[in-house]
Structures are given as C-alpha cells and as structure tokens.
C-alpha cells in the first residue's frame, strides 16, 4: 500500500473503537458500557462510515469483561442495531489471566476479527500486558480454527518484528495495526508511521490509531499512505481540544476527510473483499 492507492482511489476502512477497557463514565459520560448503549453507538457509527465495529464487553458495574456471555449479550446487541458492518473483538487485556484472552472469540457465530497483540506492553502506571509468544500463538491457532482474521496489534518496532516473522503464517492479506501514543507504544510522529509504512512487504494491509490528539493527524496520514484508519472513544476522548467527541463524530469526520482527500469509504462489502472475510 502506497501514495499511488490514495492517488487511485483505493477505498479506506473505517474502525470504530466504541468503549474500550480501561476509562469509563467518569472520563467520558457519553462513553458507551452497557450492550444497549454499545449497539446504539455501533448503530451511529456505521450510519457515519464505519464498516468495522472494534467491541470490548462490560461488566455491570462498568469495568472490562472477558466472559463469552457478555460478548455475546454485545454482539446480539449490536448485530441486531446495525445492517452489515464487520464485528471485531478485542483480545487484549491488561494483567488478564491467559485463559480469559480467548473468551471472546467463543460467540456463536465466531467473530469475523478479533485483535491479537504482538507482545508486551505497559499502560498507565500498574497495567501491564505480557503476551508472551506462547499465548499469540494459542490464540492466533483458535482464530484460524474458528475463520475469524486476526488484526495484528503493532504497538512497537519490536512487535513489528514478531509480525513479519509470521506473515507466511497469515491467510492473505496480512492486515497490521499500527498503534501511536505514549507508554510502550510507538512515539506519536509522522516520520515514524512512514519507517513503518516502508518496512512492509508487498500485500500487507495497514491500520493506524494514534491516541489523543495524535488521532486526527496520524489517521489523516494513513488515508494519504493508502493505509485505512482507528477512530473513536476508546483511543481519544476529544473531537477539539476542551470539547469531548461521540464515537459517530470521530467517525463522520474521518470519513469526510477519506472522501475529500479522494479516497471513498469502504462499505462493509468492500471491506471483506479487500481483507478476506468470511461474511457476517
């Protein structure tokens, strides 16, 4: 993927990261928790562009879950609330037992995608996530058993390195998520997504969130590398400095940009030919 795919029109992938699973209410009053509020929001995102739904579950009280119960309630949820658009569940998880990591891909049906990170990181000061080989590897053999694509979650060079060890293991496209913000991921700057951008072999398909502030900008660069784009509460609170963003905003405006900048907004159709999706 290069310059010469937005210069052709090659159509962008819009995520929608709705919730996340570390800040709740108290960050974000609007931050959607419950499977009712997750599917309204899901259903706003895809009115907007979206054609991927990137899902965490919530316990009750508001703090993650893992269980395949509640990532069922929030998938029914929101396959009921939206029309075709691709549902991805996330694996990671900070301090998460190994065996809780593959609960969500246990709904019935399976997920189309689900996350995979690549190796350890640190967020905030006390979470920590190991990923250790033998885990991506446990849970990398579960979703090649169940069809379900996985996004490889880039967070550093070093797990840019574990990626292309296993591309040869990967149904094609390989599809890579570059991450950017602070803590163990990536430094925030335009020229470290383009290094990235250039280390990637032929045929590998890419994603970039950038946390914060650095949302608007390093998705902005993705769309002009060819790449497709992250947006929503999960990874940025804020639609303008001092004013918080809904998830649909994120999104509308991501899509504006796409189609401004001469890249149409993959529908979910599009979606799966392009990354090799087995269907809703």
């Not at 937005?6 to 959607?32: F, I, N, Q, R, S």
């Not at 929101?78 to 709904?107: K, M, Y």
């Not at 080989?133 to 579960?142: I, N, T, Y």
Request: proline residues 7%; contains cysteine.
């Amino acid at each position: 993927m290069t310059y010469d795919d937005c210069l052709g029109g090659k159509p962008v992938v819009v995520t929608a990261a709705l919730t996340g699973g570390v800040h709740g209410k108290e960050a974000h009053p609007d931050l959607p928790e419950t499977p009712e509020e997750i599917a309204a929001a899901a259903a706003a995102c895809e009115d907007a562009g979206a054609s991927v739904l990137h899902l965490h579950a919530r316990r009750d009280n508001g703090e993650r879950a893992f269980s395949t119960e509640r990532f069922q309630e929030v998938a029914d949820a929101v396959r009921d609330a939206t029309d075709d658009a691709v549902l991805q569940h996330s694996t990671g998880g900070t301090g998460a037992p190994d065996a809780l990591r593959h609960e969500p891909l246990r709904t019935d049906p399976a997920p189309e995608m689900a996350s995979l990170d690549m190796g350890p990181l640190n967020r905030y000061d006390r979470l920590t996530s190991e990923n250790t080989r033998e885990l991506v590897a446990s849970l990398h053999s579960e979703m090649r058993e169940r069809d379900i694509k996985p996004e490889l979650e880039v967070f550093n060079d070093g797990h840019l390195n574990e990626s292309l060890a296993i591309l040869d293991d990967l149904d094609e496209p390989p599809y890579l998520n570059f991450l950017f913000g602070g803590g163990t991921t990536s430094p925030p700057h335009p020229r470290n997504l383009m290094n990235r951008v250039e280390a990637l072999p032929e045929g590998v398909e890419f994603n970039v969130i950038g946390f914060g502030p650095h949302q608007l900008p390093l998705t902005t660069q993705s769309i002009l590398l060819g790449g497709h784009v992250r947006v929503g509460l999960e990874d940025n609170r804020y639609y303008e400095e001092g004013g918080l963003a809904s998830n649909e905003q994120l999104v509308a405006r991501a899509a504006r940009i796409a189609e401004e900048l001469g890249r149409p907004v993959a529908t979910p159709a599009e979606t799966r030919e392009m990354l090799g999706l087995r269907g809703r």
